[in-house]
């Protein structure tokens, strides 16, 4: 066999393959188209999503399984629907504008709420397709239940509704800031802000008005927190234009990579309140000193009166006194009483002063 035989041989080798792979080709190709029976029906009509065909009058002209199984209807009372007997809210003006907004369109995705024959309304999203097919024009409906999707998103806004209550209920002032000093959030609370709140996101700490040793003791504070990962607390004061001295407690967190939260809390009443707490005491202390040194002076102040009179009294009873003596006594004892009442008024005005 020469070398062309075997060319020959060859080919026709190869051409008989091709017939086989596109007699295969086609044998599937009809299996696949062949409808209702083929696998394009029978995906449709055993996958999970509803899907329904309607024409412009809004009347169901076919619909898969998942449309009987969802909504609760036989197959023939399916096809004996309308739109309007399943769909909440239906009007004909709604459905007229609906139909030329899908037709200009090519095509909308909506959510819809269907009634189900146990009159249950469950949500849905709808992506409806409008199509032409042999002169006719048709919306096809491929519509998916959204009700596990709103309960999500209903537990998610309701613990975010938790969040904001929680964080509007703290007077902190918030800051999430990077290891540069860049600010990326902020939230007032009920405090004063170091800087105006729209000059805040997107600045950064360097370009404030804060002192700079501050500013260099914060982001030093912060690039610990980010690289141990543990949380630190700073105190300071800070004193603003109108003179007055404001004191914070910062408390900063790790976030991110690369990020941390500052926690800032005004404590100038506390601060001020230790501060008056601290003169009361060293008043007191004061004013407890002078006591102790008054009460000593005091004792001898009037030791001596009292001896005195006491001294007057025992006389008075042992010897008879005559008038001029006793005018005497009595001038003394006047004088001494009125020393005893001068020595009473200077306790008092010392117990009395603040």
Not at 202 to 231: C, M, P, Q
Request: glycine share 4%; hydrophobic share 40%.
């Amino acid at each position: 066999m020469n070398e062309l035989d075997k060319l020959l041989q060859e080919k026709q080798a190869l051409e008989a393959q091709l017939l086989k792979l596109k007699q295969q080709q086609k044998i599937s190709d009809e299996v696949f188209l062949a409808a209702p029976r083929g696998l394009i029906f029978h995906t449709i009509n055993h996958t999970h999503d509803l899907i329904y065909w309607v024409d412009e009058n809004a009347n169901i002209i076919y619909a898969n399984g998942a449309v009987e199984r969802a909504l609760g209807y036989e197959k023939e009372e399916v096809l004996s629907l309308n739109l309007s007997q399943i769909s909440t809210n239906f009007s004909q003006e709604a459905w007229q504008h609906l139909w030329q907004v899908i037709q200009e369109k090519g095509g909308l995705v909506f959510e819809q709420r269907l009634i189900t024959k146990q009159k249950q309304k469950i949500p849905f999203e709808v992506a409806a397709n409008f199509l032409v097919f042999e002169g006719r024009s048709f919306i096809c409906g491929i519509v998916r239940d959204i009700s596990e999707r709103k309960a999500a998103l209903k537990s998610l806004k309701d613990k975010d509704m938790k969040k904001r209550a929680l964080l509007n209920a703290v007077p902190d002032l918030i800051f999430i800031m990077d290891g540069e000093g860049n600010y990326h959030d902020y939230r007032g609370g009920w405090g004063n802000s170091f800087i105006p709140v729209d000059k805040i996101i997107g600045s950064n700490i360097k370009d404030s008005d804060l002192e700079k040793s501050l500013v260099n003791a914060i982001l030093h504070r912060n690039s610990r927190v980010i690289k141990t990962g543990k949380a630190e607390t700073l105190n300071y004061f800070i004193q603003f234009q109108d003179e007055r001295i404001r004191y914070y407690e910062d408390r900063c967190v790790k976030y991110a990579r690369n990020l941390v939260v500052r926690v800032v809390r005004e404590t100038t009443e506390i601060i001020e309140y230790q501060i008056d707490l601290q003169n009361m005491i060293r008043t007191l202390e004061e004013r407890n000193k002078q006591l102790e040194n008054y009460s000593y002076h005091i004792s001898h102040t009037l030791r001596a009166p009292i001896t005195t009179i006491i001294g007057i009294l025992q006389l008075y009873d042992k010897e008879a006194l005559n008038v001029d003596e006793e005018k005497e006594f009595i001038q003394i004892i006047k004088n001494l009483a009125l020393q005893l009442d001068d020595i009473s008024k200077q306790l008092n005005n010392l117990l009395d002063t603040d």
